[in-house]
């Protein structure tokens, strides 16, 4: 039974170049979150997705950032015109509600140059 | 006041000894409770959820106090490999099942 898995592991962009970064959850686990880690900083949440739905975004930047999760497919986190303060590390998790254990994947580690 | 607070770190101590975290929330509605583990440049994972009545593993004993809003966490017998970042958890259920991470606590086990 395959974990939740996320591509890139490592992405390079330039400023104002688009990342994507891609989150398959765990089989059978319909809800998704998207947290972000800065160097030597806790986890923050970013976003929290049933499919094809938004549950709560409250922690998603209110520009180029936007968040999926289609009926087929994996969870889409989409970064436009990066700038050099979205370097991080994003990981996904997911979790089987009524199940209240999150799962997460290796994470993206953004450089933006 | 950050939502979830944690013991500052880093704690450093040799091995076999005996340590104990700290955390406080600040949202009385929040429900569930959890201790994740971070190593470096990894993901968290899951190191045990926390119950009103305190839960137990092997070397690792999880408490909650409701009423003061406080998780604890107690190490015994420390060994290398619990060298980690320990990570306070807390979901609150608003139409979802948000979760608040803490900042962690760095542990340090020394030969």
């Known amino acids: 039974n395959a974990g939740v898995m996320q591509n890139p592991r490592h992405l390079v962009r330039r400023r104002g170049q688009e990342a994507r970064l891609r989150c398959s959850p765990m089989?059978?686990?319909?809800?998704v979150y998207w947290y972000r880690q800065l160097p030597e900083e806790g986890l923050k949440f970013m976003v929290y997705?049933?499919?094809?739905?938004?549950?709560?975004e409250s922690g998603m930047p209110k520009e180029r950032f936007s968040a999926e999760f289609p009926k087929e497919g994996p969870s889409i986190l989409r970064i436009q015109q990066v700038v050099r303060g979205d370097s991080a590390a994003y990981f996904c998790?997911?979790?089987?509600?009524?199940?209240?254990?999150?799962?997460f994947g290796p994470g993206t580690r953004l450089l933006v140059l | 006041r950050k939502e979830v607070e944690q013991d500052p770190g880093p704690f450093n101590v040799p091995e076999g000894a005996t340590v104990a975290f700290n955390c406080t929330y600040s949202n009385s509605a929040s429900q569930s409770f959890f201790w994740y583990r971070q190593d470096c440049r990894k993901e968290p994972k899951l190191l045990m959820s926390v119950y009103s009545s305190g839960n137990e593993d092997g070397r690792f004993t999880a408490q909650l106090n409701r009423a003061s809003q406080y998780i604890s966490l107690l190490i015994r017998d420390s060994k290398l490999s619990d060298s980690a970042t320990y990570l306070c958890v807390v979901a609150v259920r608003t139409g979802g099942f948000k979760t608040i991470f803490g900042a962690g606590t760095r542990l340090f086990v020394k030969a």
């Open positions: 997705l049933q499919k094809e739905n938004i549950i709560d």
């Open positions: 998790a997911s979790r089987d509600p009524p199940m209240e254990t999150q799962y």
């Open positions: 089989k059978g686990h319909s809800h």
